[in-house]
Every structure is written in C-alpha cells, then in structure tokens.
C-alpha cells in the first residue's frame, strides 16, 4: 500500500469512527424512533361540562330523533348528509358541537372546525367544543393552536385520561419533553395500563434525557413485552446517549431480528458493527440499508467511510462483499464519490493481486474527478512502482497543481527524479516545496545537500 493512499485510508477508517462516536453523543439523531401514531376517542354527545349546558331547542326535538337510530349505527356519513341540509348558523351549540364531532370522526377536519368555532362563539365555556377542537387542530398538526383548547378544556372541569396525553403529546411535538413527561404521569395515573401513554412517557423521558427514570420504565415495559421492536430501538437510542456502545448494538440487534428495516436504523447498526469489529456483519446490513433506502442520499457518506475503513484495516472479504457488482446502486453517487470508491476498488484489486484491473480503476477515478489530488497522486505512484516513470512525472506534475496535494506531489516527484540522478530536477522542485512551505526544516536540509549534488554534479562534467 503507497503512503499516501495508506494516509487517506486512515482519515476515512477516522471519519467512520467518530461517525460512530458523534452518534452516541447525540442520541436524538442517532436512532429513527417514533412514537406510534396516537389515537384519540371522539366522544359523539352533546353533554357538556361546564358551568352552562348547551342543550337541543325545542323546534329541534323532531331533527334529533331522526339523528338517533344513525348513531346508534354509527352512520356518520347520513349524519353529516343530513347536517349538510341545515344551515350552520341556525342549529343550537348542541348540534353545532354535535355536527363538529361527526365531521372530525369523517376527517373532514376544516368543516369541523367550522362548526365548533361556531358553538363557541355562542357559548366560549363549552368544554367540549374545546376538547374536539383541539383534537381537531391536533389532526392538521396545528399544534401550538390545539394548546389553547385543550388547557380550556382542562379548566373548564374535563379531567380524563386523553385530555393529559394530548396535551402530553403538543408537548412533545412543541419540543417540551419534560412537561410532556408531567402530561404522560397524570394520565397514567388514571389509566396505568394503557400503553399509548407507557410509550409517551418513556419516550418523553428519553427526550428530556432523564436517563435513570428512563432506563427503569424501559426494562419493566421489555418484561411485559418482550417482542415489541420499539422497545429495543429506545433501549439501543438510551445506550448510546450514555455511551454504551455494546448494549446499544445488542438492543439493536434484537429489533432487527424483530423486523426492524429502516434504513436509517440499518445504518447505524452498521457503523456500530464496524466500529466493533465485526466487518462482515456491518458490510451485510449497510447493504441492507442502501436497498430499502435507494434512493435517499443518507448512504452515501457511510458507504464511502466502511469501504475506506474495510480497506484500511485489509478486511477484504467483507469489502469484497461490500463492492461485488450489482449488489449497491453506486451510479447514484455523486461524480467526487464516484471517484473516491473507484480509489478503493483500485486498492481491493491491488490485494486481489490484479494490476490491470487497479490501473483501470485508478484512471477511471481521475476521469470521473480530474481535479482529484487523491486520485491523480495515487496514479503517478502506480506508474512509479512499475516503472513508467514518464507517466508518473506526468501524472505528478498535474497533481501539483491542486492545493491539497501540492506538497506531497512536488516530493515525490523531486523523489523521481533524485532516483534518475537528475538533481538539478529534483532542486527546482523542492524549491517550490519551500516556497509553499517556509517552515520545513527537512525540505531546506535536503535543497542545502542537492546543491551540493548540483556542483559536484558541474564540477565532475567540467
């Protein structure tokens, strides 16, 4: 392996390593864990509690019973057909809220807001027009105006279980996990065993990074339910925030056999698998994560980082693996990564004992990014081991041009041609190295002995 494609190996294997490290200093962008998607109960009545009650007009008794037998079947679509035939302004608070209720059960959530924006400009302190509007809000994700009422509610006497893991839930939403935390507490109090707010709280413990609490309640809720995939996700994400890269792989581990396939998760698991050493296992599940994934651009960087890392550390089945034909979408990385994993199929096909095959590589790299300095230095290194030394000057000389491999090229061309005797070469070339560089005592060191060269060089021609 040249030095400088040995250098380069090293930044990457570095770069995967502290890829690993950064995510388990940052545990909310590590792991892809969502809290399930909530559901709510839709209470259809027209009760309410509050001080004043919105109660059905006597001229609207007959409109009621027709209403009737159609909840009783919960035939919400001939409900709101029927509403539609009323105009809104005309029906009491009750059948306002009432019609607002159907409408939200029907997802038809502006017309629902509508109608219960309705009852409450009638009738402000109506507790549940303020409750299903603010599951109404909550629908279209309008969170900070779903807030209002919900509290209204609470205030106005409606102290249930849903109504606490609502507002728990704006909490999280709005980036407040710890007064989401109080919201989960108080409706678990009233309903311990609901799940939905076991998962709240949790997850909510997770956010505001209270890592004991968090850690408690996790490993009572994996005893209850040991084949829930979540769970293990927010045990390997709670790992990682504290540093514990082992049970953070393991965790992982049982998700995924759980049937975890996100891609983002198949990442990570990768870059911890690397990161133990286990190359193969990591090889295998990063191709995992670019085939559910194709498309998405998260891969790309982890790609280029575990093939530069395999390559580095020599594990050449594993990148093998890794690179074998067909197996990663690689066309859909930009040209600069294109050429980048063109440099380490060239170094897998140097371990291969494959030369050809390497040169091809080599020079498909710098066709894909003439302006890599990389590429084209560790082209002219190529020519140089096998003796094309036109080639390698030349291939060295346009390396010069580019600024960060510019002292490097200039060496080891000047290397060149000191191995040709030609010091006079050699001297103009190691001058520029100064030039860029004042501060290299070696490099002056070694002009001082090639002038010396130079004129025993005249002296010896005279």
């Keep these: 392996m040249t ?64 209403l009737q037998p159609l909840l ?7 409900i709101a057909e029927l509403f539609r035939q009323r105009p809104l302004a005309d029906d009491s608070t009750a059948l306002q809220v009432l019609r607002g209720q159907v409408l939200l059960s029907l997802n038809r959530y502006d017309e629902a807001a509508k109608a219960l924006q309705a009852a409450l400009g009638k009738q402000p302190d109506l507790a549940l027009a303020h409750q299903a509007l603010s599951l109404v809000r909550m629908q279209q994700q309008q969170y900070a105006l779903a807030r209002p009422h919900l509290v209204a509610a609470i205030n106005l006497g409606v102290a249930d ?7 728990a839930y704006i909490n999280l939403k709005t980036a407040q996990p710890a007064s989401a935390v109080a919201g989960y507490q108080q409706a678990l109090l009233l309903e311990p065993d609901n ?9 909510a413990l997770i956010q505001s990074q209270a ?32 540093g514990n890269s082992t049970q953070a792989l393991s965790s992982i581990e049982v998700a995924l056999r759980l049937g975890e396939h996100a891609a983002d998760n198949l990442l990570l ?13 990591g090889a295998s599940l990063l191709q995992q994560a670019v ?9 790309h960087t982890p790609l280029l980082q575990a093939a530069s890392y395999l390559a580095y550390q020599q594990q050449w089945p594993a990148l093998r693996s890794l690179l074998k034909q067909g197996s990663l979408p690689t066309q859909q990385l930009p040209v600069k990564q294109q050429a980048q994993l063109a440099l380490v199929r060239a170094q897998l096909a140097s371990a291969d004992n494959q030369p050809k095959q390497a040169l091809t590589e080599l020079q498909q790299a710098v066709a894909l990014d003439p302006l890599s300095g990389e590429a084209l230095l560790t082209l ?72 010396q060269l130079v004129r025993q060089q005249r002296s010896g021609g005279a």
Excluded: C
Aim: hydrophobic share 40%.
């Design 291 to 299: 085939k559910a994934k194709p498309d998405s651009q998260h891969w």
């Design 195 to 203: 799940s939905q707010w076991q998962q709240g709280l949790l997850y």
């Design 380 to 451: 002219a290194q190529w020519y140089e081991n096998r003796g094309n030394i036109e080639l390698a000057s030349i291939s060295y000389s346009r390396a010069a041009t580019i600024k960060e491999v510019q002292i490097p090229a200039l060496q080891a061309q000047a290397q060149l041609e000191i191995n040709r005797q030609q010091y006079q070469s050699a001297l103009r070339l190691l001058q520029q190295v100064l030039q860029v560089a004042p501060q290299r005592q070696d490099i002056a060191d070694n002009i001082r002995s090639l002038q």
């Design 72 to 78: 009783q079947q919960k035939n919400y679509q001939a």
């Design 211 to 242: 890592w004991s609490q968090a850690q408690a309640m996790l490993e009572q809720l994996l005893q209850q339910q040991p084949d829930n995939k979540a769970l293990w996700l927010q045990r390997s994400q709670l790992a990682l925030s504290q």
């Design 3 to 66: 030095s400088f494609l040995k250098t380069a190996l090293v930044s990457a294997a570095l770069s995967l390593l502290s890829a690993a490290a950064s995510a388990s200093n940052n545990p909310a962008g590590t792991l892809q864990v969502t809290l399930d998607d909530p559901v709510w109960q839709v209470m259809l009545n027209n009760n309410a509690i509050a001080q004043r009650t919105a109660a059905i007009l006597p001229n609207e008794q007959s409109f009621a019973r027709q």
């Design 269 to 281: 698991a990768a870059q911890l698998h690397f990161n133990s050493g286990s190359a193969e296992r």
């Design 161 to 167: 279980a849903q109504v606490y893991g609502q507002l």
